[in-house]
Protein backbone atom coordinates (compact mmCIF):
# COMPACT_ATOMS: atom_id res chain seq x y z
CA UNK A 1 0.00 0.00 0.00
CA UNK A 2 1.62 3.52 -1.18
CA UNK A 3 1.75 6.07 1.58
CA UNK A 4 2.65 9.59 1.37
CA UNK A 5 2.74 11.58 4.10
CA UNK A 6 3.29 15.03 4.85
CA UNK A 7 4.41 17.48 7.54
CA UNK A 8 5.84 20.32 8.50
CA UNK A 9 2.94 23.07 7.41
CA UNK A 10 1.93 25.58 9.61
CA UNK A 11 0.90 29.67 10.76
CA UNK A 12 3.83 32.09 9.22
CA UNK A 13 3.94 35.53 9.41
CA UNK A 14 4.42 37.46 5.29
CA UNK A 15 8.25 36.47 4.78
CA UNK A 16 8.80 33.73 6.84
CA UNK A 17 9.98 30.48 5.95
CA UNK A 18 8.43 26.99 6.42
CA UNK A 19 10.19 23.32 5.86
CA UNK A 20 7.58 20.87 3.92
CA UNK A 21 9.04 17.51 4.30
CA UNK A 22 6.95 13.91 2.57
CA UNK A 23 7.62 10.63 3.71
CA UNK A 24 6.51 8.41 1.41
CA UNK A 25 6.57 4.29 1.62
CA UNK A 26 4.67 1.09 -0.63
CA UNK A 27 6.89 2.49 -3.87
CA UNK A 28 10.29 2.46 -5.38
CA UNK A 29 10.74 6.14 -4.63
CA UNK A 30 14.12 6.31 -6.52
CA UNK A 31 12.41 5.70 -9.84
CA UNK A 32 9.36 8.17 -8.81
CA UNK A 33 9.20 11.81 -9.95
CA UNK A 34 8.14 13.61 -7.25
CA UNK A 35 6.17 16.29 -6.79
CA UNK A 36 4.14 19.23 -4.51
CA UNK A 37 1.26 21.23 -5.71
CA UNK A 38 -1.22 23.41 -3.71
CA UNK A 39 -4.83 24.21 -3.74
CA UNK A 40 -6.34 27.46 -2.17
CA UNK A 41 -9.57 27.89 -1.22
CA UNK A 42 -11.81 28.19 -4.34
CA UNK A 43 -8.68 27.65 -6.64
CA UNK A 44 -7.46 24.66 -8.84
CA UNK A 45 -5.10 22.45 -7.42
CA UNK A 46 -1.50 23.74 -9.09
CA UNK A 47 1.83 22.41 -9.53
CA UNK A 48 4.40 24.22 -7.29
CA UNK A 49 7.37 21.87 -8.22
CA UNK A 50 8.86 18.58 -9.39
CA UNK A 51 11.86 16.81 -9.10
CA UNK A 52 12.55 13.75 -11.21
CA UNK A 53 14.27 10.35 -10.42
CA UNK A 54 17.54 12.12 -11.74
CA UNK A 55 17.26 15.01 -9.61
CA UNK A 56 15.84 17.66 -12.47
CA UNK A 57 13.83 20.64 -11.18
CA UNK A 58 11.03 22.70 -12.25
CA UNK A 59 9.09 25.38 -10.66
CA UNK A 60 5.73 27.21 -11.28
CA UNK A 61 6.69 30.85 -12.03
CA UNK A 62 5.20 32.29 -8.99
CA UNK A 63 7.38 30.46 -6.60
CA UNK A 64 10.98 30.37 -8.55
CA UNK A 65 13.37 31.57 -6.57
CA UNK A 66 11.45 31.73 -2.96
CA UNK A 67 11.07 27.81 -3.13
CA UNK A 68 13.13 24.94 -3.23
CA UNK A 69 12.65 20.82 -3.82
CA UNK A 70 14.67 18.34 -3.17
CA UNK A 71 14.64 14.26 -1.90
CA UNK A 72 16.84 12.03 -0.47
CA UNK A 73 16.26 8.69 -1.97
CA UNK A 74 17.78 6.95 1.05
CA UNK A 75 15.35 7.69 3.43
CA UNK A 76 12.35 8.05 0.72
CA UNK A 77 11.41 12.31 1.39
CA UNK A 78 11.12 14.68 -0.58
CA UNK A 79 11.24 18.05 1.25
CA UNK A 80 9.91 21.64 0.17
CA UNK A 81 11.96 24.66 1.72
CA UNK A 82 9.53 27.91 1.11
CA UNK A 83 11.21 31.38 1.81
CA UNK A 84 9.90 34.51 1.48
CA UNK A 85 6.06 33.37 1.93
CA UNK A 86 3.41 35.44 1.00
CA UNK A 87 -0.10 35.58 1.63
CA UNK A 88 -1.55 34.62 -2.02
CA UNK A 89 0.88 31.06 -0.44
CA UNK A 90 -1.42 30.05 1.80
CA UNK A 91 -2.87 26.92 0.68
CA UNK A 92 -3.46 23.21 1.45
CA UNK A 93 -0.19 21.42 -0.08
CA UNK A 94 -0.33 17.87 -1.23
CA UNK A 95 2.66 15.52 -1.94
CA UNK A 96 2.73 13.52 -5.09
CA UNK A 97 4.59 10.49 -7.07
CA UNK A 98 4.05 9.60 -10.54
CA UNK A 99 5.37 6.97 -12.59
CA UNK A 100 4.43 5.78 -16.00
CA UNK A 101 0.07 5.90 -15.58
CA UNK A 102 0.50 5.57 -11.43
CA UNK A 103 -0.09 8.60 -9.43
CA UNK A 104 -0.15 9.12 -5.62
CA UNK A 105 -1.34 11.81 -3.98
CA UNK A 106 -0.82 12.71 0.25
CA UNK A 107 -3.51 14.45 2.45
CA UNK A 108 -1.95 18.09 2.24
CA UNK A 109 -0.40 20.04 5.12
CA UNK A 110 -1.75 23.79 5.58
CA UNK A 111 -0.06 26.61 5.24
CA UNK A 112 -1.45 29.63 6.33
CA UNK A 113 0.24 33.20 5.63
CA UNK A 114 -0.73 35.76 8.15
CA UNK A 115 -0.10 38.93 9.69
Known amino acids: QVQLVESGGGLVQPGGSLRLSCAASGLPFSIYTMGWYRQAPGKQRELVATITSGGITNYADAVKGRFTISRDNTKNTVALQVNSLKPEDTAVYYC?????????WGQGTQVTVSS
Open 96 to 104: NAEFMRRLY
